[in-house]
């Protein structure tokens, strides 16, 4: 861990910090400019005290990671679409009416199972000049309409906010977007949108021109339409045509890192091109010669692929990474890595949010740290030996790497990750040479048969091979409850570890026990949180009413017959029993009167029957029962009124103005999300 004592690492750490801080709190722009000011102000005093030997060193280091924090925090804010006064978002009346909006698409998204999508930039908003991304959603018809990249539209229709998650422990699709810098979604028929005859020529533009291009020259020389799918993905990012089951498989097989370009795409391409570059001389001016070609190459591929922000950070990262193989010098890639990271998230912060950031970034330091101890625990005495050998701790490292942020994220781990690799990336390396050869001639309309029907039977042969692991389902573990703790203690375990077994000594002995009774105590204490807490939750279900009383890890669901035959199949119940580390330990049918925490609730159907003479806490009103409220209010007078997602819209608004007249807390899941008793 030398790296750390260099001062980039330090200044990288610190600006990283800035970048939480303006996240997390959302301070006040003005705030954080003094924060600047000040940063700098302090860092230009111990600068000139330091070169007249006045003052110790350390103080100017401090001043430098504290300039480093402020210009973390300032590029944050600088890059939070929300804080610019042109964004839509400002607008007072943005969500009150509909608007006619001026858009330009600038990416397609995946369809979902009724609307195509897009990513908009908005340029006006009725007479008014306004800024920012707004997800368009145009609904599928028998036409099938598509939209070109660079397009400019007119829509005419309201504009809806991005809306939270409704049921707890769900994926919050709503933060999701604006972590993408998209504050809002407007959903439409491509009847109602005006297609203007100027298109927006940019690098999008083109790219998507040369994509477009690339996929019906495939598809003039008969390319199987499943296999291309897969292929555009591989070489082109496109994922939009992927059938649900092909990545399904790639998913359990552990696999479906392939079907994006990212950052092991870069690298084959990083190698591919560095292996054609062999017969070039490694002198000066010939390794700078073969720097610019490969600089050259992943630049050409970025926009090939798409220019989305995945092969941007991919390619931006592999730059470095070659820089610092032209330096020559091992301890420059980690210094180059950290070049990169700085670099990449000053002009884009929010990358640091973002998932296959994360895992990139992480899986690479891993491979260039770990790797090559676990390669010195054995010496193969043949090439192919060491060539799967290699493969196969390169396959380790990153995995051991990305292994927490994964069951963090994505709460399931597929134990035949080993075998995928070892079968699949001599095979995919075979594969991105030659989709690589292909794509190039077909952008110039050049189809060889034989190299396209050799790529078209690699990927089906590819697509067998994970198909046939990935039925393998009782070597993936799914739904493995982890938190954010957990998260953190298991990764000072593998850093200490790794720490101890880099060189071992007492010491470092000490610091693995130290981080493995550092995580039984973030298990334990979680565990010991878990088992104290008892709540009622009623969720925010549109066809079937579902309510859970959890008593520590033991949760009992109330549900009608239909819920209660899928009982773990429910998303909803299932993200919930995992987030909270509990188990489904009772099953019982809806009943009219439950008592929790000495709180009696009644819950009315749509037979609307229920006990007289009974005044409950809590009145929950599900499948919309034909009942007169005030007349009800006046038998049973409850404290509290709850209306879940299976009752009519009409209803819930009228029963809101009854409990606004009454001044009774009304609490409607399809408006505030789920309700939790506690």
Same mark, same amino acid.
């Given at each position: 861990?030398?790296? +750390? ?26 705030? =954080? ?33 504290? +300039? ?31 608007? +006619?909006?001026? =858009? ?24 008014? !000049? ?96 499943? @296999? ?63 720097? !610019? ?96 050998? @290699? ?64 790529? @078209? ?108 035959? !899928? ?22 049918? +809806? ?79 399809? @408006? ?7």
């Amino acid at each position: 861990m030398k790296v +750390l004592q260099f001062p980039l690492a330090r200044i990288t750490i610190g600006f990283v910090m800035g970048i939480l801080l303006a996240y997390y709190l959302k301070p006040n722009p003005q705030l =954080v400019i003094a924060l600047l000011l000040i940063a700098v102000f302090a860092f230009g005093i111990a600068f000139f005290l330091s070169k007249r030997s006045i003052t110790n060193a350390m103080y100017f280091g401090l001043t430098t990671y504290f +300039l480093a924090f402020g210009i973390g925090a300032t590029t944050q804010i600088i890059h939070t679409d929300s804080f610019q006064k042109s964004n839509y978002i400002h607008s007072k009346t943005i969500f009150e009416k509909p608007h +006619l909006l001026s =858009v330009t698409i600038r990416e397609k998204l995946k369809s979902s199972s009724y609307n195509d999508r897009y990513i908009v930039l908005v340029n006006k908003i009725d007479d008014s !000049i306004y800024t920012g991304r707004i997800l368009l959603n145009v609904r599928k018809d028998s036409l099938n309409h598509s939209l070109e990249i660079g397009t400019h539209l007119q829509i005419n229709g309201s504009l809806y906010k991005n809306i939270p998650a409704k049921n707890p422990n769900q994926f919050d699709y709503g933060k999701y977007l604006e972590g993408k810098q998209i504050y809002a979604q407007i959903y439409t028929d491509a009847a109602n949108i005006k297609t203007g005859s100027i298109i927006n020529k940019d690098a999008w533009y083109y790219s998507s021109k040369l994509r477009t291009k690339i996929i019906r020259n495939l598809e003039k020389s008969n390319f199987n339409k499943a @296999e291309l799918n897969v292929a555009a993905a591989l070489i082109l990012g496109q994922q939009q045509d992927i059938s649900p089951d092909i990545i399904r498989d790639y998913q359990y097989a552990g696999a479906v890192h392939i079907l994006s370009v990212s950052g092991l795409h870069i690298g084959f391409i990083l190698l591919f091109v560095t292996f054609l570059l062999k017969p070039f001389p490694n002198t000066r001016r010939g390794s700078f010669i073969k720097l !610019i070609i490969i600089l050259f190459s992943l630049s050409s591929f970025g926009i090939i692929a798409g220019l989305a922000p995945s092969v941007v950070r991919s390619v931006a990262m592999f730059s470095f990474v070659a820089i610092g193989m032209y330096l020559r010098r091992s301890t420059y890639i980690f210094h180059t890595l950290l070049v990169s990271i700085l670099l990449i998230l000053l002009f884009q912060p929010s990358f640091l949010f973002d998932v296959g950031f994360q895992l990139s970034y992480v899986a690479l330091f891993f491979i260039l740290w770990l790797q090559p101890l676990l390669y010195q625990l054995w010496s193969p005495k043949n090439k192919i030996g060491n060539y799967f050998w @290699e493969i196969l701790t390169v396959s380790f490292a990153a995995q051991i790497g990305a292994f927490p942020l994964s069951i963090y994220y994505f709460h399931q781990f597929p134990g035949l990750f080993f075998v995928t690799n070892l079968v699949i990336i001599p095979f995919l390396s075979i594969i991105m040479a030659l989709g690589v050869l292909v794509m190039v001639l077909a952008a110039f309309d050049y189809v060889p048969f034989y190299l396209a029907k050799s790529l @078209e039977w690699s990927i089906y042969i590819l697509d067998k091979i994970i198909n046939s692991i990935a039925s393998l389902e009782q070597f993936i573990i799914r739904d493995i409850p982890f938190n954010w703790y957990f998260l953190a203690s298991l990764y000072l375990l593998i850093i200490a570890t790794i720490i101890w077994f880099q060189k071992p000594s007492f010491n470092k002995l000490a610091l693995v026990l130290i981080a493995i009774i550092i995580f039984q105590i973030t298990y334990f204490e979680t565990r010991w949180t878990i088992q104290n807490q008892k709540e009622l939750v009623v969720f925010n279900s549109k066809k079937t009413t579902l309510i859970t009383e959890r008593n520590g890890e033991n949760v009992t669901l109330y549900a009608n017959d239909s819920l209660l035959k !899928i009982g773990l199949k429910n998303k909803p119940l299932n993200s919930y029993l995992m987030g909270n580390f509990s188990q489904l330990k009772t099953k019982n049918k +809806l009943q009219n009167l439950l008592f929790f925490n000495g709180k009696k609730i009644l819950i009315l159907d749509s037979l609307g029957v229920y006990p007289k003479n009974i005044h409950p806490d809590i009145l929950i009103l599900t499948q919309s029962p034909k009942i007169n409220l005030n007349r009800l209010f006046k038998t049973t007078k409850p404290k509290m009124v709850v209306a879940d997602a299976s009752n009519y819209r009409t209803y819930i608004d009228l029963w809101k103005a009854t409990c606004v007249k009454e001044k009774i807390p009304f609490h409607a899941t399809g @408006e505030k999300g789920f309700y939790r008793l506690n």
